[in-house]
């Protein structure tokens, strides 16, 4: 130890799966061991924690664990690091969160129930996208090409030549209880998320899941409160079901929690904590946990749309809204047209226990949608390990595509531009020079060849300066590249 520093008390027992054979990484179980005792507030805020050296002596592991934990925790949000300072808390648990653990859920997955009672898919309709494959830069998609359409050939064959002719007409009512499972599975070990099969909705995308939980809670007297800038298909979807939506400003943080308490009577509250579309902005830590505590303090349900949590460049993807929802008051929507193919049209929601039997009505009215070859193939692709293969060679195509464009943007643009949201996702947004506007240079990147969406087009009462959306990952790398390039060049010659 150095002289002159005192060593940190860190008053917490050493986690057993750094000795017990845990299938986690050691690296893993320390982050959880401080995670979890950050929550239940036996760390709380601004505590300073032991040097990652010291750490590591007193649990008997590398330094480099130790620090690689710390990390971790740092770009979730629940610590903060600053050299010379050491490491402190930096998230704040409200007290009522608390209060949540004797209500919360088992982490093992529920044995599915005997009867399926609940909910069919229904065919998705939403409005016109603007996201087309291949066009710099409105091309934030999921790239087929990353995809080997003989490996999925395969495993739509399989599971047709498996299937009996009544289960391919007798499509369950919450969808496949194989593919359930699998996603069940997949979401607790990679996003953090206690929940078995029973928990599970097959539907055919996201914006399928909203319209169905909209249908649900929502009503002509109703009120949902949505992040501005934010996705304008949800928007048109809250109000076509009725529903006023209400416009909450996003700052660096994410949704601005501090209003919350001045919308009592909203039903929900839609996010996209992961990747805040379309600003990219990472919802933090403290900012969840207001979230969560706001809505069981009002009854309100949350929609977490995760559409692209799975693509984090600087570390593993985050674990999700919903892995910290001990009140079960968040429905979290996820998609395999974000990771596969947007043509795939199967989605899925994991339903609160008190939601089901009213969503499984609405479910039954509306109809099923989703083809059982297609569930019984994406049941088979997750099983056999393949989907996690395809996610750690898509995070690095995409990663690679970025960072080509921003490389082209440095080379030849001017140093007044800055960009955000770059960390994950499918887009960043390029926020231009002061006093540019946004209008003539979306008009001579028209020009030039390249399509750009612009930041206020997604704001209703937000202001914000000027910007534009840059969706990189359904690109080839020549088309990055020299997309890219324009860009740059405009940006000078727009000044």
């Known amino acids: 130890m150095a002289r002159g520093k005192t060593a940190i008390p860190l008053d917490l027992p050493r986690p057993p799966g ?13 982050a959880d061991a401080i995670r979890d005792a950050i929550l239940k507030r036996l760390l709380p805020g601004e505590s300073p924690l032991p040097s990652s050296r010291t750490l590591a002596a007193r649990w008997g592991v590398a330094r480099g664990t ?16 600053t050299q010379g300072s050491g490491s402190r808390v930096s998230a704040v648990v409200p007290d009522s969160y608390l209060r949540a653990a004797t209500q919360s859920r088992e982490n093992a997955p529920r044995r599915p129930s005997e009867v399926q009672e609940q909910a069919e898919t229904t ?40 299937a009996t002719a009544s289960e391919l007409c007798s499509t369950p009512l919450q969808g496949v209880e194989c593919l359930r499972d699998e996603i069940a599975g997949y979401l607790r070990e990679y996003r953090g998320i206690p929940c078995g099969a029973d928990d599970i909705f097959i539907t055919t995308g996201i914006r399928h899941s909203i319209d169905l939980i909209a249908r649900t809670v929502l ?57 805040q579309s379309p600003l990219g902005v990472t919802m933090s830590v403290s900012r969840r946990l207001e979230l969560l505590d706001w809505a069981q303090r009002d009854r309100a349900w949350i929609i977490e749309d995760d559409y692209d949590g799975e693509f984090s460049y600087q570390a593993a993807p985050l674990p999700a809204l919903k892995s910290l929802d001990a009140y079960d008051r968040v429905i979290y929507c996820g998609s395999f047209n974000k990771t596969l193919f947007s043509g795939l049209r199967i989605g899925f929601m994991v339903v609160p226990a008190e939601l089901r039997p009213a969503l499984a009505t609405v479910w039954r009215v509306t109809g099923r949608s989703v083809g ?88 209703r009462s937000a202001e914000l300066d000027a910007g534009v959306i840059v969706g990189y990952s359904a690109l080839t790398a020549a088309q990055a590249k020299h997309g890219g390039r324009i860009l740059g060049k405009l940006l000078i010659s727009a000044a």
């Open 123 to 162: 065919d998705e309709a939403a409005p016109k996208q603007a996201v087309r494959l291949g066009v710099p830069f409105i091309a934030r998609l999921a790239d087929p090409d990353l995809l080997s359409m003989q490996q999925w050939k395969k495993y739509i064959g399989m599971s047709l030549l498996s």
């Open 66 to 81: 130790a620090e690689a934990a710390y990390d971790r925790l740092c770009s979730e949000g629940y610590i903060a690091r």
């Open 372 to 459: 059982m070859a297609s569930q019984l193939a994406v049941a088979r692709f997750i099983g056999r390990g393949d989907f996690a293969k395809h996610l750690r060679a898509s995070r690095q195509a995409y990663r690679h595509r970025r960072d080509m464009v921003l490389a082209q943007l440095a080379q030849h643009g001017n140093e007044h531009y800055t960009v955000s949201g770059e960390q994950a996702g499918f887009h960043f947004v390029l926020w231009l020079p002061p006093q540019m506007d946004e209008a003539s240079y979306v008009a001579k990147a028209r020009m030039a060849g390249v399509s750009l969406q612009t930041v206020s087009s997604f704001c």
């Open 219 to 275: 009503g002509p007297r109703s009120s949902v409160l949505m992040e501005d800038p934010g996705y304008a298909s949800a928007w048109q979807i809250f109000t076509m079901a009725g529903a006023t939506v209400i416009d909450v400003p996003v700052d660096r943080e994410g949704i601005e929690t501090a209003t919350l308490n001045q919308h009592s009577d909203a039903c929900a509250a839609y996010v996209t904590p992961a990747h």
């Open 18 to 30: 750094l000795s017990s054979g845990s299938p986690q990484s050691k690296q893993e179980c320390i």
